[in-house]
T-cell receptor, first 109, second 114 residues
Framework: SQQGEEDPQALSIQEGENATMNCSYK?????LQWYRQNSGRGLVHLIL?????REKHSGRLRVTLDTSKKSSSLLITASRAADTASYFC?????????FGKGTLLTVNP | DGGITQSPKYLFRKEGQNVTLSCEQN?????MYWYRQDPGQGLRLIYY???????QKGDIAEGYSVSREKKESFPLTVTSAQKNPTAFYLC?????????????FGDGTRLSIL
């Protein structure tokens, strides 16, 4: 079963713009993680936000978590062509992560 | 450099054949995972292991088998019972079997049917 559902499924922006991706999840979680996947490669962990946190920053990344709405958002500021990838949210509960279907971000030079 | 190595990168299976995907890590991680990814989809958990000689079924274990004889290695066998094996397979590891740890991934094996 899919825990997270990302929105939008695909996003195309110009270099320098900000990109916002949203994630909704169904069941209670201990944390919400965001991963990035370049085409044909494995996933790379970006950021983890715990269920008792509301916002977290890491470089150009900003993640928010609203447990009352069971939703999270990932903001990438000042995007670069190298940010082109698929982005997945994953809800952590008990022993495992449950992944959403991802958002395909294309950053045009 | 520490990391996870998956091999081969591409694999082809004939009808009725079992194939084994390799996953090796030198991160000294206790927990290891196998996921399946279909086009346009997220990852689905096949099997996981928290320690040597122990492993558990995930959400889609039917048609797959694993072993964990060494801490560094967690091979996945796709058996002939798996009728739709074409997918991208990803191996991951964490320091321990807790969901509050980031997972480290290999670069995957793409399996296709001949």
């Amino acid at each position: 079963s899919q825990q997270g559902e990302e929105d939008p499924q695909a996003l195309s922006i110009q270099e320098g713009e900000n990109a916002t991706m949203n994630c909704s999840y169904k069941t209670s979680i201990n944390n919400l993680q965001w991963y990035r996947q370049n085409s044909g490669r494995g996933l790379v962990h970006l950021i983890l936000i715990r269920s008792n946190e509301r916002e977290k920053h890491s470089g150009r990344l900003r993640v928010t978590l609203d447990t009352s709405k069971k939703s999270s958002s990932l903001l990438i500021t000042a995007s670069r062509a190298a940010d082109t990838a698929s982005y997945f949210c994953a809800g952590g509960s008990n022993y495992k992560l449950t992944f959403g279907k991802g958002t395909l971000l294309t950053v045009n030079p | 450099d520490g990391g996870i190595t998956q091999s081969p990168k591409y694999l082809f299976r004939k009808e009725g054949q079992n194939v084994t995907l390799s996953c090796e890590q030198n991160l000294n991680h206790d927990a290891m995972y196998w996921y399946r990814q279909d086009p346009g989809q997220g990852l689905r958990l096949i099997y996981y292991s928290q320690i040597v000689n122990d492993f558990q079924k995930g959400d889609i274990a039917e048609g797959y088998s694993v072993s964990r004889e060494k801490k560094e290695s967690f091979p996945l066998t796709v058996t002939s019972a798996q009728k739709n094996p074409t997918a991208f397979y990803l191996c991951a590891s964490t320091t321990a079997l807790y969901s509050n740890q980031p997972q480290h991934f290999g670069d995957g094996t793409r399996l296709s049917i001949l």
